[in-house]
C-alpha cells in the first residue's frame, strides 16, 4: 500500500501570551492597601496539618506525640505554636515540683509534688524558718535558765572527778604517799614531811621500808588506774546530760517554729512529713545554729557547697507562680542533654567538686510537664545522648536526671540520683520530610513515641478565594513585622510571585518565611524612595535586587558563554548537535543554563553509549534516561532488524556531575538527527524527558531554562527565530519574567509546548517526522523513514562483515 503523504508543516505553535503568565485576581477584595485589610495569621492552607495537630495534641494516651514535617521556612513552629496557645488556656495548670534534702540518704535527694504556685511559699517558709532559728536557738542557749542547767552538769562532772581524787589522795596520804601531775600523766612517790623524798635518800632507806612503801604505791596504782579509766565514762556521761539539755532546750525553741511553718501545708502529706523529718534533724544538729559547740561538732558539713543550713532549704525545680493560666508551652532551642532534662551542677571548694540537692537545675522536660514540649528534630540528633534520652523518658513515663560526665567518664567525683519525677508532656517535633522518613526507615522506635504525623503543605490550589487568603496573610505579616501598607498592585505582584515560587501557575506558595524576606525587602525600597505605601515598583526592585544578589555564578555561567569559551549556539542549524537546558542551585538561588548535546553514530551492536555514566559522571536518573533511548529505538524502528547501532552521547564542557532526565528529550533528538543526517536549529533550546513510547514527559524548573537561554540569545541580539521547546504538561507551571514576556509578544522569541517526540523533531529539523503507513513503512523522505532505513544499512553492514569472516569485536 502507499504511504501516507506527509507534509513539512509545522504543527507545533508558540504559546499565546496568557499561557506564560498568570496575573493575580483579587476581584474578591475591595480594598486600596493592606491596612483596609483584616489579617489572618495561622495555618492558611493547612487543613491536613490542622486536623493532624488538633489529634495529636488532645488525645491522652502515651505515645500520640506529634512529628511535624514541611518545607523549610514553613514557620511551622510559629503556626502550631498559635494552635497551641488556645489549647493550653483551657487547661488547668500542672502541678509544681521541688527538691527536698533526703537526711538519710544525702545523695538521693527527695522530690515533692505541691499543687500549683505553692512552692514559692513553701520555699520561703522553710527560709523563714531556718532564718528565725538562728537568731532564737543562740539565744535559748545563753539563757540563764539553760546555762544554770549546763553549769550544773559540769559542776557535777568536776565534783565526782575531785572527790575520787580527794579520796585516794587521802588514802595515800596515811601512807606518806603523794599523787603528782606529771606532763606525762599522774605519778605516785614517797613523802617524808609533806616534801617528795628525792631517789638518793629514797635509795638509803632500810630494805624492809622501801618494799613497804613500792607496795603501797602498787596498790594506790591500781586505785589511780581505776580512777582514770572512770573519767572517760563519767565525761560520756556528762556529755549525754549535755546533749539530752541540748535536745530538750532545742525541742523547746523549735517546736513552735515548726508548727508555724507547717500550719500552712497541713493538705500536703509529703511536705508535713518532710517538715517533721527537719524538726528531728534540727535537734540532732542544734550545735550548728549555737556559737559555742562541743570541739567534735564544730565544722559539720564544712564541705557541703554553701553554708551548713543549706540542708534544710528547698529547691525549686518548677513552679507555676506568676504564670498564665493553662498548661505551659516550651520551647528548647539547645537541646543538650542537660538542657532537655535536667543536670545536676557542681562547685569547686579547696580543689575538690561537691554538690548537692540545692543545684540540681530542671530541664525543658521539667517546664513543659503537664503541657507541650516543642523540639527541632535536627538539633535533638545532633547533641550526644539527647534522642535516646528523650526516646526512654517517654517510655518510662517519668524524668530521671542523668549525669552526662559519669556517662563519658570526665570525672569521678561523687554525685547525686534524685528522684524521677513522673512525666505527662505531649512533644511536638519539627523536621523536613526527608529527616523523617530517614528516621522512620532507621530507627524503628520513632513509632512508638510519635505516632502523630503532621504535613504541611508547601502550597494550595490557586482561586480567586485563596488569593484574597493570602493577600489577608500578607497584611498580616505585614502588620506583625511593622511594615508600611502595601498597595493592591503591589500585593498583585506578591501573589505571583508565590505563584513562581510553587512552580505552578495554578498555585501558590505557603513557605511563609520566603514571603515574609521579600515583603521586608521591599518595605525597605519604599523607604528608601520616601513612600509611605509600598508599590509595585518596590516589589519589583526587592525581587530584582535578590536576584542581583545571588547572582553572581549565574553571570559568570553567562559571561564565558558569551565569551564563547563555552560553546552554544543560537543561530544557525547542525546535525547530531542540539542545546539542551539545565537547571543549577546554589544557596537557594536557581538559574538555568544551556548545554550543548551532540551525537555521533556508526554500525555496531546495538549499543548507546552514556560518556557521562562512562566517566561516572552521570547520576542514577541520567543514565536511566539514556537507557530509555535504546527502548525508543528498538521499539519504533526496524522492528524486523537486530539493532546494529553504536551511538555516544554527551554533554559537551560538562565538567561536574549530570543528574537528572529533564535532557533525555534532547539526547533523543540529538540521536535521530545523527541517524537521518538531518541538521537541528540552533536557535532552539529543548527540556524535557521521554518514555520508550516517544511521549514528552513534565521535568522541574521550567521557568529558569527559558529564561537562562533566553539571556544569552538576548545577549547576542534576538533574531525572532528563537525559543525553547518546553513539555506540554509544563504550561501549567509557567510563571515567566517580564522581559520574557515582552519579547514573546513583540515576536522576538517563543515558547514551544510539545507532546511527543515528533512534534519536536519536526519543529527542530523543519521536516515532518513521518507516521508508519499501512504497509509499516515511514515514507522514504520522512525523518522516521531516513532513520529506519540508516539502521537498515547498519544492519547491512554488519551481516557483510560477519560473512566476510570479522570477528564482530566492535561496540
Request: charged share 25%; hydrophobic share 45%; proline share 5%.
Amino acid at each position: 500500500m502507499d504511504a501516507i503523504p506527509e507534509t513539512a508543516e509545522i504543527t507545533v505553535k508558540p504559546l499565546a501570551l496568557d499561557r506564560l503568565y498568570r496575573p493575580a485576581d483579587l476581584s474578591r477584595l475591595a480594598f486600596a492597601t493592606t491596612a483596609d485589610l483584616e489579617p489572618i495569621d495561622g495555618l492558611v492552607g493547612q487543613a491536613r496539618a490542622a486536623e493532624a495537630i488538633d489529634f495529636g495534641t488532645r488525645v491522652e494516651h502515651p505515645g500520640f506525640n506529634l512529628f511535624v514535617i514541611g518545607p523549610q521556612g514553613a514557620r511551622m513552629q510559629d503556626a502550631v505554636k498559635a494552635l497551641l496557645v488556645a489549647q493550653a488556656a483551657t487547661k488547668p495548670r500542672p502541678n509544681d515540683w521541688v527538691y527536698v534534702n533526703n537526711f538519710t540518704d544525702p545523695e538521693r535527694p527527695i522530690a515533692i509534688e505541691l499543687p500549683p504556685g505553692r512552692a514559692r511559699a513553701f520555699q520561703q517558709a522553710m527560709h523563714e524558718l531556718i532564718d528565725d532559728l538562728q537568731s532564737a536557738l543562740p539565744a535559748v542557749f545563753q539563757s540563764e535558765d539553760y546555762q544554770t542547767r549546763r553549769g550544773a552538769i559540769d559542776e557535777a562532772f568536776q565534783r565526782k572527778q575531785a572527790e575520787a581524787f580527794a579520796a585516794l589522795r587521802e588514802k595515800a596520804g596515811t601512807q606518806d604517799i603523794g599523787i603528782l601531775r606529771t606532763p606525762l600523766g599522774f605519778a605516785l612517790a614517797p613523802v617524808k614531811e609533806g616534801q617528795v623524798v628525792p631517789p638518793d635518800e629514797f635509795a638509803t632507806w632500810p630494805e624492809a621500808r622501801r618494799q613497804a612503801v613500792q607496795a603501797a604505791i602498787a596498790t594506790l596504782e591500781k586505785d589511780l588506774e581505776h580512777i582514770v579509766h572512770q573519767i572517760p565514762k563519767w565525761e560520756k556521761q556528762r556529755r549525754d546530760e549535755v546533749r539530752e539539755l541540748n535536745r530538750e532546750t532545742a525541742k523547746f525553741a523549735v517546736d513552735q517554729q515548726i508548727d508555724e511553718a507547717k500550719a500552712d501545708f497541713t493538705d500536703i502529706a509529703r511536705v508535713t512529713r518532710h517538715i517533721e523529718t527537719v524538726r528531728a534533724d534540727l535537734v540532732e544538729n542544734v550545735a550548728m545554729f549555737v556559737a559555742k559547740g562541743e570541739e567534735g561538732e564544730e565544722g559539720v558539713d564544712e564541705l557541703r557547697p554553701g553554708t551548713p543550713f543549706d540542708r534544710y532549704e528547698v529547691n525549686i525545680l518548677v513552679t507555676q507562680d506568676g504564670r498564665e493560666p493553662g498548661v505551659p508551652i516550651i520551647e528548647e532551642l539547645h537541646p543538650t542533654l542537660g538542657n532537655l532534662i535536667g543536670r545536676i551542677e557542681y562547685l569547686s571548694r579547696r580543689g575538690v567538686l561537691t554538690t548537692n540537692f540545692r543545684l540540681v537545675k530542671a530541664g525543658a522536660l521539667h517546664r513543659a510537664n503537664g503541657g507541650y514540649l516543642l523540639l527541632d528534630a535536627r538539633a535533638v540528633l545532633m547533641e550526644p545522648f539527647s534522642w535516646t534520652a528523650l526516646k526512654r523518658t517517654l517510655r518510662r513515663g517519668e524524668i530521671a536526671i542523668e549525669d552526662i560526665s559519669r556517662f563519658i567518664g570526665l570525672t569521678s567525683t561523687a554525685s547525686l540520683e534524685p528522684d524521677p519525677i513522673p512525666l505527662k508532656v505531649k512533644v511536638v517535633l519539627f523536621g523536613d520530610r526527608l529527616l523523617y522518613f530517614l528516621l522512620a526507615a532507621y530507627d524503628p522506635e520513632l513509632g512508638e513515641h510519635f505516632k502523630v504525623l503532621a504535613d504541611f503543605e508547601n502550597d494550595l490550589a490557586r482561586t480567586p478565594e485563596t488569593e484574597a487568603i493570602l493577600a489577608r496573610l500578607v497584611a498580616g505579616i505585614a502588620g506583625r513585622n511593622g511594615l508600611r501598607p502595601f498597595d493592591r498592585d503591589a500585593v498583585a505582584l506578591v501573589l505571583e510571585h508565590a505563584a513562581r515560587l510553587a512552580d505552578h501557575a495554578g498555585k501558590l506558595s505557603l513557605v511563609v518565611e520566603q514571603l515574609r524576606e521579600v515583603l521586608i525587602e521591599a518595605d525597605f525600597c519604599a523607604r528608601d524612595a520616601a513612600r509611605e505605601v509600598v508599590a509595585r515598583s518596590d516589589v519589583e526592585s526587592a525581587l530584582a535586587a535578590r536576584i542581583r544578589r545571588a547572582a553572581r555564578i549565574r553571570d559568570r555561567a553567562q559571561e564565558v558563554i558569551l565569551e564563547k569559551v563555552a560553546l552554544i549556539d543560537t543561530a544557525g542549524t547542525h546535525v547530531g548537535q542540539v542545546n539542551g537546558l539545565s537547571v543549577t542551585e546554589l544557596g537557594g538561588f536557581a538559574f538555568g543554563r544551556p548545554t550543548r548535546i551532540t551525537c555521533r553514530v556508526r554500525p555496531g551492536s546495538g549499543k548507546v553509549v552514556d560518556i557521562e555514566r562512562e566517566v561516572e559522571l552521570g547520576g542514577p536518573v541520567h543514565s536511566k534516561g539514556v537507557l530509555i533511548l535504546s527502548g525508543f529505538l528498538a521499539g519504533h524502528y526496524a522492528l524486523d532488524t537486530p539493532m546494529s547501532l553504536f551511538a555516544s552521547l554527551v554533554f559537551e564542557q560538562s565538567y561536574a556531575g549530570v543528574e537528572g532526565d529533564s535532557a533525555s528529550s534532547a539526547e533523543l533528538y540529538a540521536l535521530l538527527s545523527a541517524l537521518a543526517e538531518a541538521p537541528l536549529r540552533q536557535d532552539l533550546a529543548v527540556t524535557g524527558s521521554v518514555n520508550q513510547h516517544g511521549a514528552i514527559q513534565a521535568i522541574g524548573g521550567v521557568n529558569e531554562k527559558i529564561e537562562g537561554f533566553f539571556d544569552i540569545c538576548r545577549a547576542r541580539g534576538l533574531t525572532g527565530t528563537q525559543g525553547v521547546l518546553i513539555p506540554e504538561a509544563n504550561v501549567q507551571h509557567l510563571m515567566l519574567r517580564a522581559d520574557v514576556i515582552a519579547a514573546c509578544e513583540a515576536g522576538s522569541f517563543a515558547i514551544y509546548p510539545v507532546a511527543t517526540i515528533d512534534d519536536g523533531i519536526a519543529l527542530l529539523s523543519g521536516r515532518a517526522a513521518g507516521r508508519r503507513a499501512t504497509d509499516g513503512r515511514y515514507p522514504p523522505d520522512s525523518l522516521n523513514g531516513q532513520v529506519e532505513a540508516r539502521l537498515r544499512a547498519f544492519a547491512s553492514i554488519r551481516r557483510d562483515f560477519a560473512r566476510q569472516g570479522g570477528k564482530d569485536t566492535g561496540p
